[in-house]
């Protein structure tokens, strides 16, 4: 089947503009992740999903980040006022129930000029 | 503060060598320690994971090796291949179950020369 989807691939924005990215997960995983990678580092976790419960929002680095998710599929994670340290790698992943690996989508590029 | 430390930043090993990454984690709370592969433009794909219950796992050429007394678990690589050429991360998650989020170390990019 598809694996996890993500668009779009990349984005350039000018600083102070909003920007929206959307991740679709593989169909019937009930947990998503977003995270962040900067150039030449790690993942930095966002936030996580799990079906209806309250998401972990605690790695959301300032509250212009936030995002949703309705029931077990589409994601969107925005991003208000963007600033040039936002530009990064965006990656979102999901997991199945009682499974422990996640699967990565091939991220979003932001750029903000 | 980092919670998982990897190293070396980078590492070049040549057709046919061990390529060997290393990690540490300070939380004893850890106990499930994967090991990511990502290459240029794509999202990281699982390699291999441990559980600490287990000194060693080997999957193929890839191995990891855990030490729970040093905390740390390392990732060898034998009879490299240029195809390995990736960035590797490793990631640790807490015994809270499946839910908790995983921790990632910063990554190494391995090139394998011919």
């Known amino acids: 089947g598809a694996g996890v989807s993500q668009s779009p691939s990349n984005k350039v924005t000018e600083k102070g503009k909003d920007v929206e990215l959307r991740c679709d997960p593989i169909?019937?995983?009930?947990?998503l992740y977003w995270y962040r990678q900067r150039l030449g580092q790690g993942l930095e976790f966002l936030i996580y999903f799990q079906g209806n419960s309250a998401p972990d929002k605690s790695g959301l680095p300032s509250d212009r980040f936030s995002a949703e998710r309705t029931g077990e599929s589409v994601s969107t994670l925005t991003i208000q006022r963007t600033q040039q340290e936002d530009s990064a790698v965006y990656l979102c992943?999901?997991?199945?129930?009682?499974?422990?690996?996640?699967?990565f989508g091939p991220g979003t590029r932001l750029t903000v000029t | 503060q980092q919670q998982v430390k990897q190293s070396p930043q980078s590492l070049i090993v040549q057709k046919g060598g061990i390529s060997i990454i290393n990690c540490a984690y300070e939380?004893?709370?850890?106990?499930?320690f994967p090991w990511y592969q990502q290459f240029p433009g794509k999202g990281p794909a699982l390699l291999i994971a441990?559980?600490?219950?287990?000194s060693e796992k080997k999957e193929g050429r890839f191995t990891i090796s855990f030490n729970k007394s040093a905390k740390q678990f390392s990732l060898h690589i034998m009879d490299s291949q240029p195809g390995d050429s990736a960035t590797y991360f490793c990631a640790a998650r807490p015994n809270t179950g499946t839910a908790s989020k995983l921790t990632f170390g910063t990554g190494t990019r391995l090139q394998v020369t011919l």
């Open positions: 939380n004893t709370a850890f106990d499930y």
């Open positions: 992943a999901s997991r199945g129930t009682g499974a422990s690996e996640q699967y």
């Open positions: 441990i559980r600490p219950d287990v």
């Open positions: 169909s019937g995983h009930t947990a």
